[in-house]
T-cell receptor, first 110, second 114 residues
């Protein structure tokens, strides 16, 4: 069975500080990993996926298959980064839908 | 393009009743997935429809069902409602070719069962 673990329910950092949101997964096959974000009063939206290897809003995430991790990082946090962040795993080919972690509430303090 | 829309946005039902929720995907998207979100369990995959066929199904009882129409609009139905079915139900659509997991979510339907 596939599983996604986000160990921190809440993460509070000061503006300008580095941010790292942790995500670990369990999956026997070859996974696709994603980060979704939900800003206050907005709908859930895709932030980035590991295949694209791009930086979105200053965030990056590297898939580490050895450690089965997909941590989300940003070197300098901004107040507008405050949101709920969800790590999600999907099987290649699209079977079984997306498995989401429980989410991390990121608060950026001024 | 207009985003994913869901109706109704809020719903209150009584135990034992049934409910139907509707989702209109982004124009051109043929895949529609449904998720249940609760404080305790988080986001859980219900099922996915593509070209009017259920392609994937999560681990939910048979009281949860769905369908997709030829215009890609989808409905999900929950029969014999239980208190534990109170949740936010999210619909997401995806375009063929982009990867089924690049999903665009709707605002959700908040279902309260009393």
């Amino acid at each position: 069975a596939q599983r996604v673990t986000q160990p921190e329910k809440l993460l509070s950092v000061f503006k300008g500080a580095p941010v790292e949101l942790k995500c670990n997964y369990s999956y026997s096959g070859s996974p696709e990993l994603f980060w979704y974000v939900q800003y206050s009063r907005q709908r859930l939206q895709l932030l980035l996926r590991h295949i694209s290897r791009e930086s979105i809003k200053g965030f990056t995430a590297d898939l580490n298959k050895g450690e089965t991790s997909f941590h989300l990082k940003k070197p300098f946090a901004q107040e507008e980064d405050s949101a709920m962040y969800y790590c999600a795993l999907g099987a290649r080919g699209g079977a079984d839908g997306l498995t989401f972690g429980k989410g991390t509430h990121l608060i950026i303090q001024p | 393009k207009a985003g994913v829309t869901q109706t109704p946005r809020y719903l209150i039902k009584t135990r034992g009743q049934q409910v139907t929720l509707s989702c209109s995907p982004i124009s051109g998207h043929r895949s529609v997935s449904w998720y249940q979100q609760t404080p305790g369990q988080g986001l859980q995959f219900l099922f996915e429809y593509f070209s009017e066929t259920q392609r994937n199904k999560g681990n939910f009882p048979g009281r949860f069902s769905g369908r997709q129409f030829s215009n890609s609009r989808s409905e999900m139905n929950v029969s014999t409602l239980e208190l534990g079915d109170s949740a936010l139900y999210l619909c997401a659509s995806s375009a063929q070719g982009q990867g089924v997991h690049e999903q665009y979510f709707g605002p959700g339907t908040r279902l309260t069962v009393t």
